[in-house]
């Protein structure tokens, strides 16, 4: 891997450090920090091996019909609570499928397999705000909007009909969702959600590791300024911002598995992109 894929590695597992270390010093439960790291690395191993079915016959389209297909599953056989259904059990754990499936579907969208068909990325947005998760749906729809725009700086037509519509198409939905539905958030668990008192409340040391667990997590993703990498760095930055105001899962610095399995899943997406890209170029 040349040293443009190993940066997005690189500060993304300094990222999860961070968070693991502000876990700790914080007193999460034993545990947290684990789960997390372990969490990271196989998102990380997914990710290499989402990228490469992409490039498999049909594997790109694929990939996201089956990622769609499992967020509509959570509205049929999902646990609910208090009003909201966003869990999947699977085995003796309940896993948030939109924290680990969001990421790779922008990823997807913003691949250039994907590209001719980004449209297609109102339908996970719609069914993330039929859950309703007001924070990854402001997410995703950010992504969304930042993908456009990234896209259009890159290209001689700059913003096309097609790209506007489909960046209004993706915060339309996101506002019609938070207008029925509203910020609705379950009682908050700990350590998962309400990071940033606790960072408050821990001092300069716990404040600092939050600081660098968020900070670190969307450098990772925008270190090298394409169009992909700009979508999943507003995703993540957006959700860590709706998480500083309500009671949503803190990504990176927060313990849950869904969210860096997630952002591992990123991680491994950019990185496996940029090596197969690097490899091109050199062939």
Known sequence: MGKSGAAPLALGTLAVAAGA???????AMPGMATRNVLAYALGLVLGWLAHKVAHVRHGTAGLFAAGSAILALVLVA????DGVRRWLPVGPFAV??????????LAIVAAREGRHWRIAILLPIGLVALQPDGATLVALALGV??????????????????????????????????????????????FVEGTVELALLGGSAAIALHVAAVGLAVAALASRGGAADLALAAYFAAAALAAAFWAFPMPIAGAGPSHLAGFGLAIGWLAEGIRRARRTELA
């Open 21 to 27: 270390a502000f876990l700790t010093i914080v007193g």
């Open 78 to 81: 999902g646990i609910e609570l």
């Open 96 to 105: 948030q499928p939109a924290l680990i499936l969001a990421p790779l579907l």
């Open 145 to 190: 909007a930042a993908l456009m725009a990234g896209a259009s700086g890159q290209s001689r037509r700059g913003w096309s009909a097609r790209r506007i519509a489909i960046a209004a198409g993706a915060l339309a939905l996101a506002t019609l969702g938070l207008l029925v539905s509203g910020i609705q958030t379950p009682p908050p668990v700990a």
